[in-house]
Each structure stands twice: as structure tokens, then as C-alpha cells.
């Protein structure tokens, strides 16, 4: 049906320009067969490689042949559909620059019309792309009808399409073009198909952003304020994101008139959806509408979300609770955290719900920082400490993770005080990774304490943790070590923990002796060459003979691992013959290593 | 959840080794979950009704009058999350609901036109609620216990009551219509979406006798059927009830008269078959399957566009939806007009000779077992001319190479009944078999040629673009 199937005898060569005339001999009959093949993976890798067609065909025959082609076989698999619209999005230079563009429209607009929302989604975004690229005349002549096609398309997919495009034409269009365009925005806000409002309503606040204030005024608030009173809840909680962005266009003064009430009513709705929404935007609406409204109105309507009768909705209050705070306004934010979110955040420590506490836990720590020292001593480690005793792992998880910012506010003597034997308790956690949670704030801990304080309180736990039967634990142990011999110092090292790391190459258990290896590893470095050659190297040379290849192979990989902190003379009389002999293992993973050793080692 | 939750706090701290492997029905601890109604009203005021006759005590001209009052009591709903709020007064709502119930199946002259609107408040005040969020996110159906409504106690005895009201002899449409209404039926809809099975039993049933009443609601249930379809499979994948509304919808269609409008095979192409394209097929295929076949009898020029709608969704990588599809095909096969199977047999049996070569065996052997249907063998038979040369790389091919013995067996089968259909055309296909073979490698030869110049073209033009080498 379209001239493309009539198979060109001609070469392409005179017509495309630029090309020497040995290149491209392809009759476009073949080229179209390739998108046409039978086999689906076939098709796509064709469509995949579309630019590359249209090279071949050259800027007009890409605009008269090839473009015709795909808008007539637009029925395909939606994964080869996928990938046309996606394609068709860089198309502008292949089919003549921005002159030619709105050749593309016709095949996207068939994209845009059908049913997997993926495709057209992705046909949407192609057109709102190649849309900057319309000059304003080709935008009103080509573009403009196009949106008013789909915005009156018979079923819902062309029409929920048409809600993405309003809002990159209506900058660039005459004032008449622009009335039609509100005029079809509106009457899509109340389109009698549930997923076409949807759409409009996750739209709005874009297309309000383009308006002009008066309009804005006169007409995105009508239209809000039907959304957010649809019948449907999947409507009203898209109205309130649309709530938030037309906010901050508003001046001041007109807030509370034209936004407060619908979001007021959004805060109560009878669905969680919709409160779970106005929970989850706080901060945005916060920031939108300012100081006063959030003392007068935001702050009780905060609270009510934080004591909802849904988990869900009190669990999207609590990670908002240090945003919501930090972001009050200066000069009374602590009255209003102390009298009036407090006492709800208190409650929520003793949540029934899992999800909730660990949200709250999450954010929590903040607090700290908003309200020093002697409120956060008072008031919040007294919940700090019910949440690190909190049955579920990612309660206590969340606390420590974040004990850093408390430890800015009180100091770490007053934290280690009261925190200690919490995390003496969790460094023994049932759960590996709040175990690893503690590793990894150790440092930290015993960079604040001091080598004294150290030794007495903390140095058993880091040792035990070389044996954990998780390996992560271990490593992360291992790791440890060298953080804290960077601190206390190579002397320290040699008296309290070296010797610990050694007596492990006893261990029945291999795995035991390998973490003495791997701490030789991560150690040596820190704790230098006489420390190394005199204490570490020979433990690692008796290694050597271990019945278990896997510690062998180790031992070489070792070797390697530490021979740039040994000197040559010791390389050469003692690591080369213990690595030679390895080398000639029985093993083969073991004479891989110990010959790799060798060669980095430069000792062949 | 709150059941779920206390439990777990009783437990001590666990030290278990969850290896990560073991199946979720295993690792999930048997329990039975139960959930309240997402209500967005003030709780603990304890609620007190003022205790009233029985309706057989008063006489029947103040039975009217004691009904409406006892509708009235009806509408105060308790939180059956707190199992200890509220004993005597939950006790008394249940034994006055069970009243009512007997009440609207034995009486007569009991339905006086004020009793309508008391009666649709009562049944909107206890049904209508936003459905809690769903326990957990990856709630799967098929291996999770669903989570139980709290409040079926009363419930139960609410919709108990509403249908029998519905069913009643007395019963008028023309008034019910005023309160029973779009609004009404959308509220009904969304509570298709309850976890619980049993209320959405009760659910199909209530929307039945609606729909079968209610003449002026007919084009709205069945829009708004589609539209939370379409949802359901565009938008979120999830809704409970879909089984249920199909098996509505099954009925429904039987009574389409003939022709057909446009509107209810629009229904048929771009709704019934998009959702054969959800991941949770397995829950309510039985019942989709069964619509697809009531509109193949209804009107068999829509075979075509069915099965080539069933083509396009075809499963890529879930075996288990395949077999599925190879079921639904069967069925459809079964009441395939001879005219209708010409029309569609090429797609139809390049896609049956993909599935016989699957290497998944369940998948080759429910499409080798069409050829135990005798109705279909008849059809491949007319049509062997066609249809041998679409099969025969594929069987030939597996009577080598299949891994399982059972489906070379079943193969050799079928390749035999071929054989004896057209034994001309087979043993050409036989001779020509290695050629053939060859001269599609020598066309796949040709197209990666193709490419390759294509490429370096390309190539080329990016150098030239950039100045690199000289146009």
C-alpha cells in the first residue's frame, strides 16, 4: 500500500549525499524486509539499528519511503514498538534537521495511540522531545493538531497521551492556539474515563507551570479542586502533588483561599491513599506554602498524620519528621517541636508496626542537631536507647547507623556513657548485619575514647568478631583492625593485638587460620617492616604447610600481598624458596598463586 | 497485622539460620491474619444502642416502624481490631442483624417506600470502606493465606441480608433505583478488591442480581468492569477480584443478543485479551478463558482477531502461562468453524510448532497432545497441505535432538500421523530437508553481510562528520 514495497532497482549512490558511489547499494525493499523479518528478535535488532536504515537510505528517502513504511506496519510486538518510539526521538538530523522534523509525527502519533503504556509513554516522551524542535510555525501547523487529534482520540490511550503534550506547546503557540489548548486540558480533567483523569491530574502541575498567572488562577484551580474531589482515591492522591506544585506559584496572600482548603480536606480524606500522598509531600508542601501556613496549619495536620489509624500513613509522617522540623520556621521551632511533635514522635517509638519504627528510627538521630545538647540528653536519648533495645534488627540498624550526628551534639563521653552497653549488646546481635552496622562505627568510637578507655571496653568485642562464622563479619573485622592500628599506632599493635592474630594460625578451624592471613594482610602495611619480617613472616612461612590447599594458596597470595613492605635480601633468601616450593604444589590452584607471586615479585 | 504483630513479640529473639533458599510458605509461620476496615473516623468512644423488641412481639402494624428503627441501630459500626471493646452491644448488632435477615425472607408488606433508602444507608454504612493497605507488598496469591476482614462477623450478615432484600418478592426496582444507583455500583466495584475471599463471593453475588435488576445500570457496571480491567493490566497489576468479575462477566455475555454491538467486542479485543498479559494470569485464567469462548460461539468472525490477539501475547519467558495459552487454544479449537481455522491457521501453527520444540517438556507435550483431539487432527488433516511444511523442520528436528524420551515418543507419533495423511508431501519435505537447512544458513550469511556493510557505512559517515577523513 505504501510506495516503499515497490522494490527500487536503483542504486541509492546518486541520491545520498556525501556517500562514495561503492558504498550503499541497497534497494530499500531490502532493508525494509530486515524490519519485517519473521523472527521477533530479528525484527527488534533491526529496529534497534533504525538509524543506521535511514543512513543507508540517505536524508529523502528516509522522509518519503522509510517514515510511511513504519506508520503503516505500526501493528507489531510492543517490545518492537518500544523500541521505534524510542528511536524515533533521535531522528531529526536523519530525516533533513529541524526543517523536516514533523515528517516523525505521523508514526509517533500512531505510537501514542496504543494500549501498553509503555510504549506510550516512550512515544509521549519522544514527541515532547522532537516538540523543541518544531520552529513555532511548524509547531502550530504540525504539532498543535496533532494534540488536539489525540485529545479527542475515541479511546483513552490516545487521549491519556495527549495530557503529556499540552505543557511543551502552550510556551511557544499564539494566545487564540492557547485558549484551545486550556479549553482541551479542561475537558480532559473531566473525561469520563478514570485513567484519562489519571493522567490529567499527574499532568496538571506541569501544565500549571506554563500558565500564565491569571490563568493559573481562573483555571488550574477549578480544575484542582475537581480532582481532588474525584470520586476515585487513585484521582485525588495524584491532585495533591499538582496541589504542591501550584502552590509555589501562587503569591502568598492567595494560599490560603485557592489552595488551603482542598489541601486541608486532602490531609483528612477518607482514603489512606490520599493521606499517605499528603504525608509523603510534606516537605514540598512545607517549603510551598511558607512559615505561616505551616505554623497555623501544617503542624496539626502533621500531627494527625503522625497518629493516623494506617501504618502506612504513620510511617510516611515519621521519615518526614527531622525534614519537617529542621525546615519550621526559626524563631519558634523549638517551642513547636518540643510541644507539639515530641509527644508524638515519643508514641511512635512504641509503634505496633515494625515499619513505622524503623521509619522513625531512620530520621530521628536528626533531631539532635535541631534541638542541642541539653534537650537531646533530656528528651531524645531516652528513645534512642528504647529503639536500640527495639525487637525488629532494622530499628536498632537505623540508630546506629546514624549515631554520628548525636555524637556532634553531646560529645562521645556522654554518648559512650549512656550508649555503651547497648552497643556492647548489639555488637553480639543475633542479626550479622547489625553486628557489621557496630564494626563499622568502631573507629569512630575508638578514635573519641582513646587507647585506654579502648583496651578496657571495646578491644574483646573487635577480636571475638575474627571468628564470627559470617564471613562478611570477619572481613569487616579484619578491616577493622587496620583503621584502629592507624589510630592507636604500630606499638599498640604489636603489644595487644598481633599477638591475638597470630595465635589463630593455630585454630583448628582453616577458616580461623585464613583470617590470620588476611589480618597479616590488611596489617603488615600499617604495621610496618620490622614488625612484618620479625613477627608476621614466620607464622605465614610455617603456614606453608598447611594440609588445606585453600590456606596454602592463601600463604602465597599472601606473600605477594606483603613483600613490597619486606626488604630484598629477605625476598630473595627466604619468601623465593617457600614461594618455590609452593609453586610445585600438588595443588593447582596453589602453584596458580604462588607462580603469580612469584612473577609480581620480580623473583623468577 | 496487629495479630501478626503481637505474636511475633512474643516469640524470643530469633537465632534461626534462614538459609535463603527455602520456600516462603515455609518460612512464613501458619497464621491466620486478620484486618480491620481503613476507617477515618474517631475511635474508642464506646457506642451504646438501646436495646429494642423483637418484630414478631409488636404487632404488625408497628413492625414497619420497628424495622426502619432497628435499620437505623444497624448502622453503627464496631472496631473489631479491639477484641474486647464493645462485647454486648457487637453482640446485640449481631443478633438484630440475623433478625433482619429472617425478617426480609419470611415477611410480607414489610417493604414500604420509606424502608428503601434506610435500607441501602445501612447496607453503604457497614460495606463501603477504603480496603486496608495490603499486609505485605509482595503479597502473592497463589502461596500466601489471605488476609481475613475482622469485622466478618457482622459483615457477613450485612450482605446476607442485602441479597435476600434484593432477592425479595416484594422487591421494586423502579424505587430501589433511586438509592441504588452509578454511585452505589462504584462503591460495590472497589470493594472487588478485598483480600477476603469470602466477602467477595458475597460481592459477586450482591453485583449479580444488581445487574440482572437494574436495567438503567447495565452500560455502567460493564464500563466500569472495564475500566478497572484496563487498570489492572496497564496500570498496577493488582486487584483481588478480577476472577470474580469475570466469572460475572461470563454469564453476561451469554445473554448478548445478536449481533453483537461494537462496544462489547471492543470489551473482547482490547480488554479480555490485554489481560492475558498479567503476571498473576494463573488466578483467574479459568474464568477469562471461559468469556473468550462465550464470544467465540456468540459470533465465530471473531476467531481471527482472538487468536491472533492471543499471538501477539504470547508468553516469552513464563512456561507455566504458555501451557495456559495451549489450554485456552485447545478450547477455542474445539469450537473453531473450518472457515474460521483456514483464515489463521499459518500464524497458528508457526506458533504450535515454536512451542513444540520449547525445551521446557511441559510446554512441547501439551501442544503435541492436540493431535490426540480428534476435531483438531480433522482440521490439520483438510489443511495438511499447509500445515505439514510449517511443522515438519521443527518435528524433524526434535526426533533428533529432544532431550526428553516421552516427547521424541509423542513426536514420532505425530510425524507418523502426517506421514499417513500426505505421504507425498512428507517425503518430499524429507528429501529436501538438508538443502533447505542450508539454504537458510546461506540467507543468514547474506543478512549479517548485509549489516556488516550497513556498519561500516555508518562508521564511515561518523569519521566523515567529525572531519577525521574528508567527505
Known amino acids: 500500500s505504501c510506495s516503499c514495497t515497490v522494490v527500487s532497482k536503483q542504486p541509492l549512490a546518486s541520491k545520498m549525499a556525501g556517500a562514495d558511489s561503492d558504498d550503499s547499494l541497497y534497494p530499500i525493499a531490502v532493508l525494509i524486509d530486515e524490519l519485517r523479518n519473521e523472527d521477533v528478535q530479528l525484527r527488534l535488532n533491526s529496529i534497534k539499528k533504525l538509524s543506521t536504515i535511514a543512513l543507508a537510505l540517505g536524508v529523502e528517502r528516509t522522509r518519503t519511503e522509510l517514515l510511511p513504511f513504519l506508520t503503516d506496519t505500526i501493528y507489531d510486538e510492543d517490545e518492537v514498538l518500544l523500541a521505534l518510539a524510542e528511536q524515533l526521538g533521535n531522528f531529526t538530523m536523519l530525516v533533513g534537521g529541524p526543517e523536516y522534523v514533523h515528517c516523525l509525527l505521523p508514526p509517533l502519533e500512531s505510537l501514542a495511540t496504543v494500549e501498553e503504556t509503555v510504549v506510550r509513554d516512550k512515544a509521549v516522551e519522544s514527541l515532547r522531545k522532537i516538540s523543541h524542535e518544531h520552529s513555532p510555525v511548524d509547531l502550530e501547523v504540525h504539532f498543535e493538531p496533532l494534540v488536539k487529534r489525540l485529545a479527542s482520540g475515541d479511546w483513552f490511550t490516545s487521549r491519556t497521551s495527549a495530557c503529556g503534550l499540552f505543557s511543551v506547546c502552550y510556551p511557544r503557540v499564539s494566545s487564540t492556539v492557547k485558549a484551545e489548548i486550556r479549553q482541551h486540558f479542561r475537558t480532559l480533567c473531566s473525561d469520563d474515563t478514570p485513567m484519562v483523569r489519571r493522567a490529567a491530574a499527574s499532568k496538571l502541575g506541569e501544565f500549571a507551570k506554563v500558565l500564565e498567572l491569571e490563568y493559573v488562577k481562573s483555571d488550574i484551580i477549578s480544575l484542582f479542586t475537581a480532582l481532588a474531589s474525584d470520586e476515585q482515591d487513585s484521582v485525588r492522591l495524584l491532585a495533591v502533588e499538582a496541589g504542591v506544585s501550584i502552590a509555589t506559584l501562587l503569591p502568598q496572600e492567595d494560599l490560603e483561599a485557592l489552595v488551603m482548603p482542598t489541601l486541608r480536606q486532602a490531609a483528612e480524606d477518607k482514603s489512606w491513599r490520599v493521606r499517605y500522598m499528603v504525608a509523603d509531600k510534606f516537605s514540598d508542601l512545607q517549603k510551598a506554602v511558607g512559615p505561616e501556613i505551616t505554623k497555623n496549619d501544617l503542624v496539626p495536620a502533621f500531627q494527625n498524620l503522625l497518629k493516623d489509624c494506617e501504618a502506612e500513613v504513620r510511617a510516611a509522617a515519621a521519615n518526614k519528621v527531622k525534614e519537617f522540623c529542621e525546615n519550621l520556621p526559626e524563631d519558634s521551632r523549638e517551642t513547636i517541636i518540643m510541644t507539639h511533635i515530641l509527644p508524638c514522635v515519643k508514641e511512635l517509638v512504641s509503634d505496633t508496626n515494625q515499619h513505622v519504627k524503623s521509619a522513625l528510627a531512620s530520621v530521628i538521630m536528626g533531631l539532635s542537631t535541631i534541638l542541642g545538647k541539653d534537650n537531646t540528653i533530656e528528651h531524645l536519648l531516652p528513645l534512642f536507647l528504647a529503639q536500640l533495645k527495639d525487637e525488629c534488627p532494622e530499628v536498632r540498624l537505623n540508630i546506629i547507623s546514624n549515631l554520628d550526628c548525636v555524637n556532634e551534639v553531646i560529645g562521645i563521653r556522654q554518648l559512650s556513657q549512656s550508649l555503651l552497653p547497648a552497643i556492647v549488646e548489639l555488637a553480639e546481635d543475633a542479626k550479622w548485619r547489625v553486628r557489621l552496622a557496630i564494626i563499622e562505627y568502631m573507629p569512630l568510637l575508638a578514635g573519641q575514647l582513646g587507647v585506654e578507655f579502648f583496651d578496657e571496653k571495646l578491644n574483646s568485642l573487635c577480636m571475638a568478631w575474627l571468628v564470627d562464622h559470617v564471613y562478611a563479619i570477619r572481613e569487616a573485622a579484619t578491616c577493622n583492625l587496620m583503621k584502629l592500628v592507624e589510630k592507636f599506632g604500630a606499638e599498640w599493635a604489636q603489644n595487644t593485638i598481633v599477638p591475638k592474630v597470630l595465635g589463630m594460625a593455630n585454630d583448628p578451624n582453616y577458616l580461623h587460620r585464613m583470617t590470620t592471613l588476611f589480618c597479616i594482610n590488611a596489617l603488615s602495611e600499617v604495621c610496618g617492616q620490622e614488625i612484618t619480617t620479625k613477627h608476621m613472616l614466620p607464622v605465614v612461612f610455617k603456614m606453608s604447610n598447611d594440609q588445606v590447599a585453600n590456606v596454602r594458596f592463601n600463604v602465597a597470595k599472601s606473600l605477594q600481598k606483603i613483600g613490597p613492605v619486606l626488604d630484598s635480601n629477605c625476598l630473595q633468601t627466604e619468601v623465593k624458596p617457600v614461594l618455590e616450593k609452593l609453586a610445585s604444589d600438588q595443588d593447582m590452584d596453589v602453584k596458580y598463586f604462588a607462580q603469580e607471586a612469584i612473577s609480581v615479585l620480580s623473583l623468577a | ?471
Open chain 2, 1 to 471: 497485622s496487629a495479630l501478626a504483630m503481637s505474636s511475633a513479640a512474643t516469640t524470643p529473639p530469633s537465632v534461626d539460620k534462614v538459609d535463603g533458599f527455602s520456600r516462603k510458605s515455609v518460612r512464613k509461620a501458619k497464621q491466620k491474619r486478620s484486618q480491620s476496615s481503613s476507617q477515618f473516623r474517631s475511635q474508642g468512644k464506646p457506642i451504646e444502642l438501646t436495646p429494642l423488641p423483637l418484630l414478631k412481639d409488636v404487632s404488625a402494624q408497628e413492625q414497619p416502624e420497628l424495622f426502619l428503627k432497628k435499620l437505623q441501630q444497624c448502622c453503627a459500626v464496631f472496631d473489631f481490631m479491639d477484641t474486647l471493646s464493645d462485647l454486648k452491644m457487637k453482640e446485640y448488632k449481631r443478633s438484630t442483624l440475623n433478625e433482619l435477615v429472617d425478617y426480609v425472607t419470611v415477611s410480607r408488606g414489610y417493604l414500604t417506600e420509606q424502608a428503601y433508602p434506610e435500607v441501602v444507608k445501612m447496607v453503604s454504612y457497614n460495606i463501603f470502606r477504603t480496603l486496608p493497605p495490603s499486609d505485605s507488598n509482595e503479597f502473592d496469591p497463589e502461596e500466601d493465606e489471605p488476609t481475613l476482614e475482622a469485622s466478618w462477623p457482622h459483615l457477613q450478615l450485612v450482605y446476607e441480608f442485602f441479597i435476600r432484600f434484593l432477592e425479595s418478592q416484594e422487591f421494586q426496582p423502579s424505587i430501589a433505583k433511586k438509592y441504588i444507583d452509578q454511585k452505589f455500583v462504584l462503591q460495590l466495584l472497589e470493594l472487588f478488591d478485598s483480600e477476603d475471599p469470602r466477602e467477595r463471593d458475597y460481592l459477586k453475588t450482591v453485583l449479580h442480581r444488581i445487574y440482572g435488576k437494574f436495567l438503567g445500570l447495565r452500560a455502567f457496571i460493564r464500563k466500569q468492569i472495564n475500566n478497572i480491567f484496563l487498570r489492572f493490566v496497564y496500570e498496577t497489576e493488582h486487584f483481588n477480584g478480577v476472577a470474580e468479575l469475570l466469572e460475572i462477566l461470563g454469564s453476561i455475555i451469554n445473554g448478548f443478543a445478536l449481533p453483537l454491538k461494537a462496544e462489547h467486542k471492543q470489551f473482547l479485543v482490547k480488554v479480555l485479551i490485554p489481560l492475558h498479559t498479567v503476571r498473576s494470569l494463573s488466578l483467574f485464567h479459568a474464568q477469562l478463558a471461559y468469556c473468550i469462548v462465550q464470544f467465540l460461539e456468540k459470533d465465530p468472525a471473531l476467531t481471527e482477531p482472538v487468536i491472533r490477539g492471543l499471538l501477539k501475547f504470547w508468553p516469552k519467558t513464563c512456561s507455566q502461562k504458555e501451557v495456559m495459552f495451549l489450554g485456552e487454544l485447545e478450547e477455542i479449537l474445539d469450537v473453531i468453524e473450518p472457515t474460521q481455522f483456514v483464515k489463521i491457521q499459518e500464524p497458528l501453527f508457526k506458533q504450535i510448532s515454536k512451542c513444540v520444540s520449547s525445551p521446557h517438556f511441559q510446554v512441547a507435550e501439551r501442544a503435541l497432545y492436540y493431535w490426540n483431539n480428534e476435531y483438531i487432527m480433522s482440521l490439520i488433516e483438510e489443511n495438511s497441505n499447509v500445515i505439514l511444511p510449517i511443522m515438519f523442520t521443527s518435528l524433524y528436528r526434535i526426533s533428533k535432538e529432544h532431550w526428553n524420551p516421552a516427547i521424541v515418543a509423542l513426536v514420532y507419533n505425530v510425524l507418523k500421523a502426517f506421514m499417513e495423511m500426505n505421504s507425498t508431501l512428507f517425503d518430499e519435505l524429507t528429501s529436501t530437508y538438508k538443502s533447505d537447512r542450508q539454504r537458510e544458513k546461506k540467507k543468514e550469511k547474506e543478512r549479517e553481510e548485509l549489516w556488516k556493510r550497513l556498519e561500516d557505512l555508518e562508521l564511515k559517515r561518523s569519521l566523515q562528520s567529525d572531519g577525521i577523513i574528508p567527505t
